[in-house]
């Protein structure tokens, strides 16, 4: 049981290039989460996603797009990276609304750094 | 809405100390509250939750947290500070277990 797993575990990007992050999970979750974490402002919310084919902006959503075609993982995507992309980047799960009292389950996070 | 504040980015104890960390939060409905530790250059790691009943909550590594619903507080404690509690300490919370909040953290160092 691996819990949620992060790729890639690091990424340095130049400015304009593209990539994606994929996180995937084991614990038949329905709700995943991105969240990126920059100095001094805690975890901030990009994008969510309550079940397979389901995608919600979060509070920090642009320059990011996502995509959920399985429920085991969830893709985050940076099609034209920007130096204030430069973050640390959080995948979550959690059953949801199906166990409301359940918390979040987080990756090891990546760590992006745009040239 | 909802909201977290955790008082004190950064706190320092002595080795063997109390350990105090404060959270407060803002939620129209009942929450259900969590605390995080995050080592360094890892994920965030459940400490203790509340959902209903008791209020004083027991987590792992010694730490536990008390509901106060009259002062909207959900303050960490440890009655002896270890080396290894060093870390950053997330309080969050929800309320349907769609969204969360999470304060801005607070980084606690462990003095020998």
């Known amino acids: 049981n691996a819990g949620v797993t992060q790729t890639p575990k690091f990424r340095v990007l130049k400015t304009g290039q593209s990539m994606t992050l994929l996180c995937a999970q084991d614990m038949n979750h329905e709700y995943m989460y991105w969240y990126r974490q920059d100095p001094g402002m805690g975890l901030r919310l990009i994008h969510y996603?309550?079940?397979?084919?389901?995608?919600a902006k979060g509070e920090v959503p642009d320059g990011y797009n996502v995509s959920r075609l399985k429920k085991q993982n969830f893709l985050l995507g940076l099609e034209s990276a920007a130096p204030s992309q430069t973050s640390v980047y959080f995948c979550a799960s959690s059953y949801g609304r199906r166990q409301r009292n359940s918390p979040l389950h987080f990756g090891n996070g990546t760590r992006l750094t745009v040239t | 809405a909802q909201s977290v504040t955790q008082l004190g980015s950064h706190v320092s104890v002595s080795e063997g100390a109390l350990v105090l960390l404060r959270c407060n939060y803002s939620?129209?409905?009942?929450?259900?509250l969590f605390w995080y530790v995050q080592y360094p250059n890892q994920g965030l790691q459940l400490l203790l939750k509340?959902?209903?009943?008791?209020?004083l909550v027991k987590g792992i590594n010694g730490f536990e947290a008390e509901f106060k619903k009259s002062e909207t507080s959900f303050h960490l404690t440890k009655p002896s500070a270890h080396m290894s509690d060093a870390a950053e300490y997330f309080c969050a919370v929800t309320s349907t277990g769609n969204q969360f909040y999470f304060g801005t953290g607070t980084s606690l160092t462990v003095i020998p």
């Open positions: 509340y959902t209903t009943g008791a209020t």
């Open positions: 996603s309550v079940g397979e084919g389901t995608t």
């Open positions: 939620s129209s409905v009942p929450p259900y």
